[in-house]
């Protein structure tokens, strides 16, 4: 596919750096820049002329050859680019003010300002990426944790795109097949295509299910553990988000209720990125804020991945301690007797739900207790021994729901023939499942949704 307009952004961040790049795609790319890139001289760099994936040293300047910037320029030739398009990159000092008089001079030589993410959208219409690797893209440039950049890479690298195109493989044999021995039943015969359709129906749902039951990994992968950290008014959870944190992010007072709305903070734990979620008490109360607080702290602890319940072992175990306890009992997470440096009042034997929790002490005030915190944190989720391998972790809600449309057409299918249907129901259930999956590498893709997609990215990607 080949774009008629040549488009240029500024690739690299908006803040003053020591080195800014802007980004030129199209067909007129190296003519549009070599009207404005000069030798020392002021003779003209006839970028046409030169090798593609070579650098170039030079100065941009304006109309009246007044320089406006020294400069080094990246020149690569289709279809060997990020685009597939003639690409030139010019490397220019950092600052807002350089890039924008370049910019405007490109602007000037009739080059269009790119839409946000542009360069992958034309990346992906012209063939070089499919639709998971270019959502990849943007997951590698927010990629919170090592783990989150592993898989990013992997799904970059089109681990995504070569599963699913072995799945859709095996369904298009077999609508080929069927739509063969439908047109042509004197020559091809239908006899066990039904045993046949089943076993490999059988398998892709079992591929398809491991990718959904992945998908909650990846999630974790993608956006960190949901963390609630839950107690009942002053027990010490702001004292130990500041301790965790290393920092006084939390207002910490003697008055029980300090904390009325939630605070997100988050941190990394060896490769794992904890997204912190310090909640209000949980108590009975009459007043009304302190009411909405409750009420969001409930709705975060059916929301979170893991539960961090602090009690106060300094005094002895409470209803309010109790009613806590009642509302995690079938959720993970780890209970802490905060106060370690005081004499502890609570044995373990008189906490609720206790045997399905690890129960650790701590001391919020000293730090006690938090090394063999994160330790267990760390072993609990997404060890690299589990990460860094080759299996696929579904981040993203779009590919999920295409799957979940997949199960849905092959569980049709399977009622299909296990109630006996003729074979030419099949082919209703088998595309389906085809085009859904397709939907996953943007071979079946409505312009308008893959628009929105590309629109979430940043300018100059």
């Known amino acids: 596919m080949c774009y008629q307009d040549t488009i240029a952004a500024i690739a690299t961040s908006s803040k003053n750096g020591s080195i800014s ?5 199209g067909n007129q790319a190296l003519e549009f820049v070599s009207k404005i890139f000069f030798h020392e001289n002021h003779e003209p760099i006839n970028l046409c002329e030169c090798k593609s994936h070579s650098i170039h040293y030079g100065f941009i300047c304006d109309e009246e050859k007044s320089i406006i910037d020294e400069v080094l320029v990246l020149i690569m030739k289709a279809p060997r680019s990020y685009t597939m398009e003639d690409v030139v990159e010019i490397q220019c000092h950092g600052g807002s003010f350089i890039c924008q008089n370049i910019l405007e001079l490109l602007v000037h030589q009739g080059i269009r300002i790119a839409e946000p993410g542009e360069f992958t959208k034309r990346a992906f219409l012209n063939g070089r990426i499919d639709l998971s690797q270019a959502e990849s893209v943007m997951d590698v440039i927010q990629s919170g944790s090592k783990i989150a950049l592993h898989n990013s890479m992997s799904q970059l690298r089109g681990q995504i795109k070569k599963k699913i195109e072995t799945l859709r493989e095996m369904i298009l044999n077999d609508i080929a097949f069927l739509e063969a021995a439908l047109d042509d039943p004197e020559h091809i015969t239908l006899g066990n295509f039904s045993e046949t359709v089943k076993a490999h129906t059988v398998f892709l749902l079992g591929e398809v299910q491991h990718l959904l ?5 990846g999630r974790i992968i993608k956006e960190g553990i949901y963390t609630a950290i839950v107690g009942k008014p002053n027990v010490g959870k702001s004292s130990f ?7 006084e992010r939390a207002i910490v ?5 300090t904390t009325r709305d939630t605070l997100e903070e988050e941190m990394r734990i060896g490769s794992t990125l904890i997204h912190l979620i310090d909640t209000a008490g949980i108590h009975d109360t009459d007043d009304k804020v302190e009411k909405i607080g409750v009420e969001k ?7 979170a991945d893991f539960i961090i319940c602090i009690i106060d072992a300094s005094e002895a175990l409470t209803d309010e301690d109790r009613i806590v306890l009642e509302e995690i009992k079938d959720r993970q997470g780890v209970i802490l007797l905060n106060k370690k440096d005081l004499t502890s009042q609570i044995n373990r034997e008189e906490i609720p739900y206790s ?12 730090g006690d207790g938090l090394r063999e915190l994160e330790e267990y944190l760390n072993q609990l989720f997404l060890t690299d ?7 696929i972790y579904i981040t993203n809600v779009r590919q999920k729901q295409a799957l979940i449309e997949t199960m849905e057409s092959l569980t049709n ?9 003729p074979e030419d129901f099949y082919s209703i259930d088998l595309m389906g499942a085809y085009e859904a999956l397709g939907k996953i590498i943007g071979e079946t893709l409505e312009d308008d949704i893959a628009d929105k997609i590309f629109k979430d990215f940043c300018m100059g990607k």
């Not at 039951?213 to 990994?217: F, K, M, V």
């Not at 299918?413 to 249907?421: A, K, P, R, T, V």
């Open 213 to 217: 039951d992945n998908s909650q990994n």
């Open 413 to 421: 299918l399977s009622h299909s023939i296990e109630d006996g249907m």
């Open 253 to 257: 007072t003697e008055i029980a209720g």
């Open 241 to 247: 988000l500041n301790c965790i944190l290393r920092e």
């Open 297 to 303: 702290a409930r709705k975060t602890i059916e929301d």
């Open 21 to 25: 790049v802007i980004r030129i795609s």
């Open 385 to 391: 021994s589990v990460s860094y391998n080759d299996e």
């Open 355 to 366: 045997e399905n929790k690890r129960v650790l002490p701590f001391s919020a005030k000293t």
